[in-house]
């Protein structure tokens, strides 16, 4: 593994960051061929900044400005020089809560990724496993997508069920969507570094 060309990955959160906990640990087991190489929040004590500092990542908080769903154009210009200056080639949103517009799109065409916790296009936005079980759906799961100008939009990479139980709260539902998240956000992005080895093989990088 340690021979093995490494995608360099930047991951984007807000919040708690399990996700990127997931992806981290994958990472450091040798499962994942990829390198973290920057994490940014939007949130000055978001525990995904102290999970970086754990797993010795770069990290840094990028003030959002004064808007609530999105940054301001310039922060987002500097978010995508960041992101480019760390040589990152797969931008990953692990629980970022705010919609990405041209800079970052024109910078990383195809190459931001999000997770959803739901079967989308069902459900997307807040609190998704709550909106399926308030609709009395049997099953949910969660998707990942690539990103695009739309919350919770853009073409649909992989999706994987999670059943509703009779007796679900909220916060059971929530915990095992999460579970599956974990694997399969990790299976995802397993993909794009098979791709990033196949192609660093054949242009002799
Ligand atoms: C996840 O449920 C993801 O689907 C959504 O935000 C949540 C982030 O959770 N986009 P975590 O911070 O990774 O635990």
Redesign the pocket.
């Known amino acids: 593994m340690s021979q093995m060309k490494r995608l360099p990955i930047g991951i984007l ?10 992806i981290l640990e994958r990472i450091r087991s040798g499962d994942l061929a990829a390198e973290a190489r920057l994490i940014i929040s939007d949130v000055l004590e978001a ?2 900044l102290d999970m970086a500092r754990e797993f010795g990542v770069a990290n840094a908080y990028l003030p959002p400005g004064r808007f609530r769903t999105r940054l301001e154009l310039q922060r987002e210009v500097q978010l995508a020089q960041m992101l480019r200056d760390a040589g990152v080639k797969l931008v990953i ?5 705010r919609v990405l517009h041209e800079p970052m799109l024109t910078a990383f065409p195809r190459r931001i990724i ?4 739901s079967l989308l296009p069902k459900f997307p936005g807040l609190e ?2 709550k909106q399926a079980l308030v609709a009395g759906e049997t099953v949910t799961g ?1 998707t990942v997508h690539y990103v695009d100008e739309r919350i ?1 939009h853009g073409q649909i990479l992989a999706q994987k069920e999670v059943k509703i139980l009779p007796n679900d709260t909220s916060e059971s539902l ?1 915990a095992r ?2 579970v599956t ?1 974990h694997e399969l956000y990790s299976a995802v992005i397993a993909e794009f570094c098979e791709k990033y080895v196949e192609l660093s093989q054949q242009v002799g990088d």
């Not at 959160?13 to 997931?22: L, Q, T």
Request: proline share 7%; aromatic share 6%.
């Open positions: 959160g807000s919040g708690k960051g399990s996700n990127c906990r997931a525990p995904i949103l692990a629980g970022f809560m999000n997770i959803h916790p998704a496993w969660c919770d929530h969507i999460q998240e």
